[in-house]
């Protein structure tokens, strides 16, 4: 099985790209950024994932919104998101998600729920901190239906072109998981990172090109059950 993702964003912050949507990262952006990303998770079972969004700045403050669908034709997973961050001190930023769920499928009522995540973050010459807690409260339709997990990355810039970055993820899965990725840039237009998971036999190699106002990733990373194959497109609207 193959995972194919394309994603089209709106401003030059990787965090975009992550699989978690850290809130505290907002204010990274300085212009206005629209976005999407699209996954195919399963094409035998037409298993896809979509998502929208934008940010904006209302009075210096980033607002993020967003829109998450994932599932097939009987069963469907969306997510409403409303995202915010602060600045607490000139290194540390703060920010929150709200999120309303919605799960649909044929023959059973709509399952709706809300849920928070907390960001934060801390910024150093040499170095970066994050944390983030999704749905520190165990938000649910049923039991343990929506993920709940607690992640930990820190990078560290060897120079201006080489950075280590370790990430720790404890969730409600029986095992946590820990990945270490190295990522070499050159003079602000080409970037390569090697990831190698620390706890699991499992490792991945992302290509990234920037020509501003766009930047294009490759990223191709082993799975138990599946191997990840991405294609990335970043627009600055206001660049150029």
């Not at 201006?160 to 003079?187: D, G, R």
Request: aromatic letters at 16%; glycine letters at 6%.
């Amino acid at each position: 099985m193959v995972l194919i993702n394309f994603y089209c964003l709106g401003q030059n912050n990787e965090f975009l790209f992550k699989d978690f949507n850290n809130p505290a990262l907002l204010k990274q952006i300085n212009t206005p950024a629209l976005y999407t990303k699209h996954s195919i998770i399963n094409h035998d079972f037409g298993i896809k994932a979509h998502k929208i969004g934008a940010v904006i700045k209302f009075r210096r403050q980033p607002i993020q919104g967003s829109y998450h669908q994932y599932g097939y034709t009987k069963y469907k997973e969306q997510k409403f998101t409303l995202s915010t961050a602060q600045k607490i001190s000139s290194k540390i930023n703060f920010g929150l998600n709200l999120n309303l769920h919605r799960a649909t499928s044929p023959g059973f009522q709509k399952q709706y729920t809300v849920s928070f995540d907390l960001g934060w973050n801390y910024v150093n010459k040499h170095y970066e901190v994050e944390l983030f807690i999704e749905n520190p409260f165990n938000s649910s339709y049923v039991k343990n239906d929506i993920t709940s997990r607690l992640i930990l990355c820190g990078r560290y810039h060897w120079n201006v072109n080489l950075t280590s970055i370790l990430q720790a993820e404890e969730s409600l899965a029986p095992n946590s998981h820990v990945q270490h990725e190295l990522k070499y840039s050159y003079e602000n237009s080409f970037n390569m990172s090697i990831i190698h998971a620390l706890t699991i036999s499992q490792y991945g190699i992302k290509i990234g090109y920037i020509k501003e106002p766009f930047e294009f990733y490759t990223s191709y990373k082993t799975h138990a059950w599946a191997n990840r194959i991405g294609l990335s497109l970043i627009y600055h609207p206001t660049n150029g």
